[in-house]
C-alpha cells in the first residue's frame, strides 16, 4: 500500500515537474522572443533624454568635501554631477575668475560661486541605428570632456530629432536661450558656443572665452566664420541676450516669411542671408575661420589672387577643432583619423594657449579688423559674387584650351612627356589670365561703387 501510494504520488509529482517545465520553458521562449525584439522597438530612441551634460562632471572649482550645514542635501539639478565627481582641479590653466560665474547656486554647495563658465556649449547628436558611423560621433562628443571640466563647460546635447530636418538645432538653441533668459541677470549663462557634431576637438588648452569680444563690443551678439562657401554655421556663438531670440525666431521663420526663396543649404542659408540684412548684420562680428572653426586642409586655390587670402582657414596644430564638413562618406574614417592623432600625439596638437599665437591674433582682431566688419563683408560678398561669374567662365575657357592641347599633342604624336608639359604650359598660363580677369572684374566693381583708390594695392602684385 505504501507502495502503491508512493507510487501514485510519485506519478503525480512527475506530472507537476512535467507542467511547471513546460511553463518554464514557454515562459524561456516568450522572454527570449520579447528581448530578441527589444532592440528593434527601441529604434529611433537611443537615448531619449532631451538635455545633457554628459560630459561636465567635475566643475572646475567645486570643493572635495561637501556637507550641507541645513542638513539637508542639495536639490539634485538635473545636470548635477554625482557627488563622487566633485574633486577640485588645481589647474592653472582655468581661466580667471571673469569666466567663471556665481550662476546655477543651487547646484553650487558651497554657495560660492566660481562654477561653471558663463559660456555653454550646444550641440546635437541623434539617429535611429547605431552604426561605424555614430561611433565616431560618439568618440568625438565625448572627445569635449576635459575640455569641459578644465573650464567648466556645461554642455546641452540634443538627443532626438525636435522638427524635420536641421532646423531642430535652431529650436534647441532657441529652448535652452529661452531657459537661461528665464533665470534672474547674473545666474544666466552669457554666451552660447554651438558646434555641429562632425568635428574634433583638438585641443583642450583653449579656453573658448579668449574668443569672446571685448566690453566695447556689448553690441555684438552673434560671432561667426565665413568659409569659401559663405557663412558655415557649424560652430559659432549668440550671445544670450534678447537679440538672440529674436535672431533665433527670424530664422526659424525664415521659410514662412519667404516662401519664394530657396535655402540651399536650409538654416545655415537662412542664417547667412538675415546677417547680410543690416539688422542682424550690425550685432553680427565674422572672425577668422581658424579660431573656432577650422577645417582639414583641402589645398589652396592658385587661380585666385593671393591677396584675397581666399581658403585660409584650415586647422593648424594647436588650433581649438577640426571641423569636417564635405567628407561625406569618408566621414567616420576621417573622424577616426583625428582622434587618433589627439590621442595619439598630444604633445603635437594641444598646444599651452601660451605658446600659440590665438591671443595676439584674437586681441588685434578686435582692435583692427572687427572695427571693419561691414567693409570686410562687402569684400567677401564681392569677391565671392566674382568668383562665380568670372571664375566660372574662366574655368570654362581653361578646360577648353586643355582639350585643344591635348587634341593637337595627340596629333602630333608628342610623347606622354611632352604632352604633359604642353597642357601644363597652357593650364599655367589660363591660371594667370583669370587671376588677370579677377583682379579686373574687381576694379570695375569697385569703380562702379566709387571705392577704387582703397583697393589700389591689388594691382602692382
Ligand atoms: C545692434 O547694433 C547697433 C549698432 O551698433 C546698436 O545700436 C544696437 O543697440 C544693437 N542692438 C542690440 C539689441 O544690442
Ligand atoms: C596669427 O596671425 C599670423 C599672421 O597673420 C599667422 O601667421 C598665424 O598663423 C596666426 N595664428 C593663429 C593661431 O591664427
Known amino acids: 500500500m505504501t507502495t502503491g501510494h508512493n507510487v501514485s504520488f510519485r506519478g503525480r509529482y512527475r506530472l507537476a515537474r512535467v507542467i511547471l517545465l513546460a511553463t518554464a520553458l514557454i ?8 528581448s530578441r525584439w527589444e532592440p528593434e522597438q527601441q529604434q529611433g530612441q537611443v537615448a531619449p533624454r532631451v538635455l545633457e551634460t554628459p560630459i561636465v562632471d567635475s566643475p572646475a572649482t567645486m570643493p572635495a568635501k561637501y556637507t550641507d550645514p541645513t542638513g539637508d542635501r542639495v536639490a539634485t539639478h538635473p545636470m548635477a554631477p554625482g557627488d563622487e565627481a566633485f574633486q577640485p582641479i588645481d589647474d592653472p590653466r582655468v581661466p ?22 558663463k559660456i555653454g556649449k550646444l550641440s546635437m547628436l541623434y539617429y535611429n541605428e547605431v552604426s561605424k558611423e555614430t561611433f565616431w560621433y560618439e568618440q568625438a562628443l565625448a572627445g569635449h570632456r576635459i575640455h569641459n571640466m578644465r573650464f567648466g563647460y556645461k554642455h546641452f546635447v540634443l538627443r532626438h530629432e525636435i522638427v ?20 534672474p541677470m547674473g545666474e544666466r549663462l552669457e554666451w552660447l558656443f554651438w558646434h555641429d557634431a562632425d568635428l574634433v576637438l583638438m585641443n583642450s588648452n583653449i579656453p573658448l572665452e579668449i574668443f569672446l569680444p571685448p566690453p566695447e563690443f556689448s553690441h555684438i551678439h552673434h560671432i561667426v566664420a565665413n568659409d569659401l562657401n559663405g557663412l558655415n554655421a557649424g560652430v559659432f ?99 577616426r583619423e583625428w582622434l587618433g592623432r589627439v590621442h595619439d600625439q598630444s604633445a603635437r596638437y594641444e598646444i599651452p594657449l601660451a605658446d600659440t599665437t590665438h591671443v595676439k591674433n584674437i586681441t588685434e582682431f578686435w582692435l583692427n579688423d572687427a572695427r571693419n ?71 570695375e566693381k569697385l569703380q562702379e561703387a566709387g571705392l577704387l583708390e582703397e583697393q589700389a594695392p591689388t594691382t602692382d602684385r
Do not use: C
Not at 299 to 305: A, E, L, Q
Open 27 to 34: 515562459m524561456l521562449i516568450l522572454y527570449a522572443t520579447s
Open 96 to 117: 580667471t575668475a571673469k569666466a567663471l560665474t556665481e550662476h546655477d547656486k543651487e547646484i553650487s554647495p558651497s554657495a560660492e560661486g566660481s562654477l561653471y563658465s
Open 164 to 183: 524635420p530636418d536641421i532646423w531642430s538645432k535652431q529650436a534647441f538653441i532657441l529652448s535652452v536661450l529661452l531657459q537661461e533668459l528665464a533665470k
Open 237 to 335: 556663438f549668440l550671445r544670450v541676450h534678447e537679440w538672440s531670440m529674436w535672431y533665433l525666431s527670424a530664422v526659424m521663420s525664415y521659410t514662412n516669411f519667404h516662401p519664394d526663396r530657396v535655402l540651399r543649404y536650409s538654416e545655415q542659408t537662412a542664417m547667412e542671408w538675415l546677417i547680410q540684412e543690416e539688422k542682424w548684420g550690425m550685432n553680427t562680428t565674422h572672425v577668422p575661420q581658424r579660431w573656432f572653426n577650422a577645417y582639414q586642409n583641402f589645398g589652396i586655390d592658385n587661380t585666385v589672387p593671393p591677396e584675397w587670402e581666399w581658403k585660409h582657414g584650415y586647422y593648424e596644430p594647436g588650433d581649438l577643432l577640426v571641423h569636417l564638413p564635405g567628407t561625406a562618406d569618408a566621414r567616420p574614417e576621417v573622424m
Open 373 to 443: 566688419e561691414k567693409k570686410n563683408q562687402d569684400t567677401f560678398w564681392r569677391r565671392w559674387h566674382i568668383l562665380i561669374r568670372v571664375g566660372s567662365q574662366q574655368d570654362d575657357q581653361v578646360r577648353e584650351a586643355v582639350a585643344q592641347a591635348e587634341t593637337l599633342a595627340d596629333q602630333a604624336r608628342l610623347s606622354p612627356e611632352q604632352k604633359e608639359h604642353r597642357v601644363n604650359e597652357v593650364k599655367e598660363k589660363y591660371r594667370l589670365q583669370k587671376i588677370a580677369a579677377l583682379r579686373r572684374a574687381e576694379q
